[in-house]
């Protein structure tokens, strides 16, 4: 299959559905499933949180696609801005109290945006360019509902987390105004070679079965 054969890309990032590829400029998220309705609604919730400003942003002229690969198989492509997934290296560089509250900001915006992430327990799944955070990965998303989103309850342990980092001496503060860490050699994510979550080491993840709803 041409998107995964494509020698220019290397692997950023893995996670329970999708794997994450650069070509150094740009991220692309690739997830295999058969379930059409899931990964249409993974589409429709990162396009629309791009849209407010919470996801990572869509390069112009870059378009999502979802394509059918046979056996009833169907393939996501998510086209981004190429970003740094440790939450924690930023919160090294603002402190933990700051990123928390810049995590708190972006979650209500989505929830006024009528979407509830429903995988903020991922640390991985919150992004950033050395400026600010965005929230990724909207394949647990569903339509918000006060009583039934669980994004406060994640929150709230992110927020016990984060309020234990300190500014480190290593990441002064000027060092997030040197620009964007877009492209740059070192906004590589996270090991390719560190699978999470029980990811295969290579090849992309194949749907298993849902999580929760
Ligand atoms: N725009 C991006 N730039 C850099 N790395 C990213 C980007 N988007 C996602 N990643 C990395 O890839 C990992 C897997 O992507 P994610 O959307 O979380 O997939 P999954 O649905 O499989 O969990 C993320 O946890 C993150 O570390
Ligand atoms: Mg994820």
């Known amino acids: 299959m041409e998107y995964f054969n494509n020698k220019n890309l290397t692997k950023i990032g893995e996670g329970s559905f ?91 915006q989505l929830h006024l945006g009528g979407i509830c992430h429903g995988d903020l327990y991922e640390l991985d799944n919150i992004v950033h360019d050395g400026k600010r955070l965005y929230i990724t990965d909207f394949s ?23 309020s234990k980092v300190l500014i480190s001496a290593s990441s002064p503060k000027s060092k997030r105004r040197r620009g964007g860490l877009f492209g740059s050699p070192g906004s590589n994510m996270g090991s390719p070679n560190t699978p999470r979550r ?10 298993r079965a849902k999580r929760r709803i």
């Open 18 to 108: 999708g794997t994450v590829y650069t070509n150094g400029r740009y991220a692309y998220k690739f997830v295999v499933s058969s379930d059409k309705m899931k990964l249409m609604r993974e589409m429709r919730m990162f396009r629309r949180a791009s849209k407010i400003g919470v996801a990572p942003p869509i390069p112009p002229g870059q378009k999502m696609s979802l394509k059918s690969i046979g056996n009833g198989e169907y393939v996501l492509r998510i086209v981004m801005k190429r970003l740094d997934g440790n939450v924690m290296k930023y919160a090294k560089i603002v402190g933990g109290n700051q990123a928390y509250s810049e995590i708190a900001n972006l979650t209500s």
């Open 140 to 162: 647990e998303s569903t339509v918000f509902n006060n009583k039934r989103c669980m994004d406060q309850n994640a929150l709230s342990s992110l927020q016990q987390k984060l």
């Open 198 to 207: 029980g990811s295969p080491p290579s090849a992309p993840v194949k749907s």
